[in-house]
């Protein structure tokens, strides 16, 4: 890997495994301490009775937005109220991290189990949730790992050793039996990743680190030799395998009052040949999806039909192509959203399902069209809006806030899988 561009160790490595969503979320939380803690039935009751501002149009006229749904099992606050994930014991401590799903049954987590240091090792389930069964993983105890699932069975885990000399000496992990087993890869400089791949979303961005992509059969690494040439970028990681590459990010950047960096533009690019050439297409008007990275949130499920979502000097902004990226306009479809942070995706009926707010302390939105992004309607509160394709359907996580996730065979109608005991 070349060199990442931080000042210290510490940074580069943190920076290359830690997930977008939790720092944008942990942001968010120090921006707006000042706003109160809600549960999700006060959050539906502000979505219902807030104000918001949208686009108007006769009732008679508005077409009927399916509202997300929630199965009769258990389901928990969508947005949880933050908390340390820690289970106490007798001279025993366990911090787990961010779940990843291969399909609706197979989901696999790293964790830290501290009784003489902290060595890192990975839990996994096979029958979503009932069981899960445990291993160690192939690292050394100090290392920091970004444990990545990419099918049923084939785990990839970046890891980095706490005393390596820098950032260069990050390796690669790969199980291709569910963590029975585990062998060490490289990562292949290629100038095209391999079709039907999966590609990590990963930080810093393909700006700083080009993008990487796995082979869901054997755990294979693939890296491209070229960076995006956007700025501050963030990997499109909802969008399916066969949608094309699309990175989000912005055009330039200016320094502000005590050397800030405030970045500028707005721009999303797509590769259909596996990164080897790029369409970029910039907004005009400075659309962003986050204050922290990446430009706006894309939506797509089949990379023709595409949006590009964001806020606007505190108005939401809802751009749609009908031609993979070739052409944009900006549609009718707005509405008040502040500061928040914009989650997106066009879910397989058809609806648009836009979040504005991914912590409590956001007091998150939820928006939803099934004209094309013309009027943005409220609706329920809950997951959708944010969910990663896998084998079956969907999956959406609750991290950093809880390390459980939301399952969906049809990305409407979602159940909860609860953390496990470790």
Same mark, same amino acid.
């Given at each position: 890997?070349?060199?990442?561009?931080?000042?210290?160790?510490?940074?580069?490595?943190?920076?290359?495994?830690?997930?977008?969503?939790?720092?944008?979320?942990?942001?968010?939380?120090?921006?707006?301490?000042?706003?109160?803690?809600?549960?999700?039935?006060?959050?539906?009751?502000?979505? *219902?009775? !807030?104000? +918001?501002? +949208?686009?108007?149009?006769?009732?008679? #006229?508005?077409?009927?937005?399916?509202?997300?749904?929630?199965?009769?099992?258990?389901?928990?606050?969508?947005?949880?109220?933050?908390?340390?994930?820690?289970?106490?014991?007798?001279?025993?401590?366990? !911090?787990?991290?961010?779940?990843?799903?291969?399909?609706?049954?197979?989901?696999?987590?790293?964790?830290?189990?501290?009784?003489?240091?902290?060595?890192?090792?990975?839990?996994?389930?096979?029958?979503?949730?009932?069981?899960?069964?445990?291993?160690? &993983?192939?690292?050394?105890?100090?290392?920091?790992?970004?444990?990545?699932?990419?099918?049923?069975?084939?785990?990839?885990?970046?890891?980095? /050793?706490? !005393?390596?000399?820098?950032?260069?000496?990050?390796?690669?992990?790969?199980?291709?039996?569910? %963590? *029975?087993?585990?062998?060490?890869?490289?990562?292949?400089?290629?100038?095209?990743?391999?079709?039907?791949?999966?590609?990590?979303?990963?930080?810093?961005?393909?700006?700083?680190?080009?993008?990487?992509?796995?082979?869901?059969?054997?755990?294979?690494?693939?890296?491209?030799?070229?960076?995006?040439? &956007?700025?501050?970028?963030?990997?499109?990681?909802? *969008?399916?395998?066969?949608?094309?590459?699309?990175?989000?990010?912005?055009?330039?950047?200016?320094? %502000?009052?005590?050397?800030?960096?405030?970045?500028?533009? /707005?721009?999303?690019?797509?590769?259909?040949?596996? =990164?080897?050439?790029?369409?970029?297409?910039?907004?005009?008007?400075?659309?962003?999806? !986050?204050?922290?990275? =990446?430009?706006?949130?894309?939506?797509?499920?089949?990379?023709?039909?595409?949006?590009?979502?964001?806020?606007?000097? @505190?108005? &939401?902004?809802?751009?749609?192509?009908?031609?993979?990226?070739? $052409?944009?306009?900006?549609?009718?479809?707005?509405?008040?959203?502040?500061?928040?942070?914009?989650?997106?995706?066009?879910?397989?009926?058809?609806?648009?399902?836009?979040?504005?707010?991914? /912590?409590?302390?956001?007091?998150?939105?939820?928006?939803?069209?099934?004209?094309?992004?013309?009027?943005?309607?409220?609706?329920?509160?809950?997951?959708?809006?944010?969910?990663?394709?896998?084998? @079956?359907?969907?999956?959406?996580? =609750?991290?950093?806030? /809880? $390390?459980?996730?939301?399952?969906?065979?049809?990305?409407?109608?979602?159940?909860?899988?609860?953390?496990? #005991? &470790?």
């Amino acid at each position: 890997m070349p060199e990442l561009d931080f000042a210290g160790l510490n940074a580069a490595a943190q920076a290359g495994f830690k997930p977008h969503f939790e720092q944008v979320a942990l942001r968010a939380r120090r921006r707006r301490q000042r706003h109160r803690i809600v549960t999700v039935a006060a959050l539906a009751m502000l979505v *219902a009775g !807030s104000g +918001v501002a +949208v686009a108007a149009r006769p009732a008679h #006229e508005r077409p009927a937005v399916p509202a997300p749904g929630f199965s009769p099992e258990h389901t928990p606050e969508f947005i949880p109220t933050p908390g340390p994930t820690l289970t106490p014991g007798p001279g025993r401590q366990v !911090s787990t991290g961010r779940p990843g799903a291969g399909d609706l049954d197979h989901i696999y987590l790293r964790y830290h189990e501290c009784r003489t240091g902290c060595p890192p090792r990975w839990a996994g389930t096979d029958d979503r949730g009932r069981h899960w069964r445990t291993g160690p &993983l192939p690292v050394p105890d100090d290392a920091m790992v970004d444990l990545r699932v990419v099918a049923p069975r084939t785990l990839v885990a970046w890891y980095l /050793s706490r !005393s390596a000399p820098d950032s260069r000496s990050a390796r690669w992990a790969a199980s291709s039996d569910g %963590g *029975a087993t585990w062998r060490q890869v490289e990562a292949r400089q290629v100038d095209a990743l391999p079709a039907g791949w999966r590609v990590l979303a990963r930080e810093p961005g393909p700006d700083r680190e080009p993008l990487v992509a796995v082979d869901p059969a054997t755990g294979d690494v693939a890296q491209l030799t070229k960076r995006s040439t &956007l700025q501050n970028t963030a990997t499109v990681a909802s *969008a399916p395998i066969g949608a094309g590459l699309w990175v989000s990010g912005r055009t330039g950047k200016k320094v %502000g009052d005590g050397g800030r960096v405030i970045w500028t533009g /707005s721009a999303v690019e797509v590769s259909r040949d596996g =990164g080897r050439t790029w369409r970029r297409h910039e907004f005009p008007d400075g659309l962003t999806a !986050s204050d922290d990275i =990446g430009g706006p949130a894309v939506a797509t499920q089949d990379g023709r039909t595409v949006y590009a979502v964001g806020r606007v000097r @505190g108005a &939401l902004v809802v751009w749609r192509s009908a031609d993979g990226g070739a $052409t944009w306009a900006r549609t009718a479809g707005t509405a008040k959203v502040g500061e928040r942070t914009i989650r997106a995706a066009l879910r397989p009926d058809g609806v648009l399902l836009v979040q504005a707010g991914v /912590s409590a302390a956001e007091e998150p939105l939820m928006f939803a069209s099934s004209d094309d992004g013309a009027a943005l309607h409220p609706a329920p509160l809950g997951p959708g809006a944010d969910p990663r394709p896998v084998t @079956g359907g969907y999956v959406q996580t =609750g991290w950093p806030d /809880s $390390t459980g996730a939301w399952l969906s065979a049809d990305g409407v109608t979602w159940t909860w899988i609860d953390p496990p #005991e &470790l």
